[in-house]
Structures are given as C-alpha cells and as structure tokens.
T-cell receptor, first 115, second 111 residues
Framework: DTAVSQTPKYLVTQMGNDKSIKCEQNLGHDTMYWYKQDSKKFLKIMFSYNNKELIINETVPNRFSPKSPDKAHLNLHINSLELGDSAVYFC??????????????FGPGTRLTVL | KNEVEQSPQNLTAQEGEFITINCSYSVGISALHWLQQHPGGGIVSLFMLSSGKKKHGRLIATINIQEKHSSLHITASHPRDSAVYICSARNYGLSQGNLIFGKGTKLSVKP
C-alpha cells in the first residue's frame, strides 16, 4: 500500500488554466504538507495543514490554495497558471506538527509543466 | 545566504569509498532531517535527529548542536547510493514544523 500518493504524476497545461493536484495519505497522520521543487531542484515549503487547520502559509501567490476535505487528503488548487509555476510539487505527511521528532513521508511528486 | 548550507554541491566517488556530506545551519532547530532523492525523483527520509548520532546500515548521521553542523556519512559506497542528498532543518519560531532545505549534494558513485 502506498503511504502518500499524489495524482496526477504528470500535468501539462496551458497558461491561464486552473488545475488541481490531489494528495492522500493512509498513515493516519495529522499533518500534511505541500512543497515546490524548482528547476534548480531547490525544495521549498508552501503549505501545511494540521487537523484541517492551515498552520503554515509561506509567501506563495494566492492563486495557490490548499483544500483539505478530511485528515487524509490535502489537495492543491492552482488558478490562472503561469509559466513560473512549472515545477515538481511534492506532498508529504507527518504524525503531527508540534513535536520535535516527526519524520515526514513524501509522495512521489507531480511534475507540472505550464506551456 | 541560505539558512541551511550543504557541501559539497557535487561529489563523485569510486565504489567502496567513504563519503561525507556536510550541512551547516544558522537557525534554531528542533530537529534536522537528511533526505535522499533518487534519480527518478522520489524523496525518502533517511534520518531525523536532534542530537548525537544515528546509524542505518551503511549510513551514519551526526549532529553537533553547539556548532550547528551535521554530517552524513556513507561507508563502503555503492553505485546504488548515487542520488541527491538533502539536509533540512526543522525550525522553531512563527512557523512551527517548518522545514528549511539545503540545496542538496549530488552524489555519483562510479563502479
């Protein structure tokens, strides 16, 4: 069983479109995260959710919005896609966000290409 | 300057060599993570440590909190160890649970 899964794995779309990436974890974790890895392979956190509550919101454009229908899911919605949004997006989860010792488990990534 | 710095940026080794990758950080942290990103893109957590030393098979991670420095060692390296190794610091402050990433060390082990 896959611990953290993402769909789709690849997403190619035109500028200006709206798209979503889905993430699901079956680990029973309380916190989920979205990360962006740019073309230089640099990872940066975008959002995290703990029990349906946004606890981190880094300075990302408000075209990006995380949506968590339940504890096991954290979807990423992107409106009005721009060329600079092209990247690999990773979802991750951890037991919780407050403890100092929580390992994060990563999904396989979604490669988004905006044309 | 990035709050988490790794060195070297690229590393080529011969199979069997002992490898060390270094990570220095400038923020207060609750834990430090070492991640491995395979050529296919998947990310795996190798270690999470807040003090001392941890060992998994041929991999050893150490951290010196006073010096704000961590090292990842690979003994008897093998071509399958070829990957990007990423250090990340989980910092305290306004964004609890936030991970700050280094830029990664690309390791290539030649047979």
């Amino acid at each position: 069983d896959t611990a953290v899964s993402q769909t789709p794995k690849y997403l190619v779309t035109q500028m200006g479109n709206d798209k979503s990436i889905k993430c699901e974890q079956n680990l029973g974790h309380d916190t989920m995260y979205w990360y962006k890895q740019d073309s230089k392979k640099f990872l940066k956190i975008m959002f995290s959710y703990n029990n349906k509550e946004l606890i981190i919101n880094e300075t990302v454009p408000n075209r990006f919005s995380p949506k968590s229908p339940d504890k096991a899911h954290l979807n990423l919605h992107i409106n009005s896609l721009e060329l600079g949004d092209s990247a690999v997006y990773f979802c991750a989860s951890s037991q919780d966000s407050q403890g100092a010792y929580n390992e994060q488990f990563f999904g396989p990534g979604t490669r988004l290409t905006v044309l | 300057k990035n709050e988490v710095e790794q060195s070297p940026q690229n590393l080529t080794a011969q199979e069997g060599e002992f490898i060390t990758i270094n990570c220095s950080y400038s923020v207060g942290i609750s834990a430090l993570h070492w991640l491995q990103q395979h050529p296919g893109g998947g990310i795996v957590s190798l270690f999470m440590l807040s003090s001392g030393k941890k060992k998994h098979g041929r991999l050893i991670a150490t951290i010196n909190i006073q010096e704000k420095h961590s090292s990842l060692h690979i003994t008897a390296s093998h071509p399958r160890d070829s990957a990007v190794y990423i250090c990340s610091a989980r910092n305290y402050g306004l964004s609890q649970g936030n991970l700050i990433f280094g830029k990664g060390t690309k390791l290539s082990v030649k047979p």
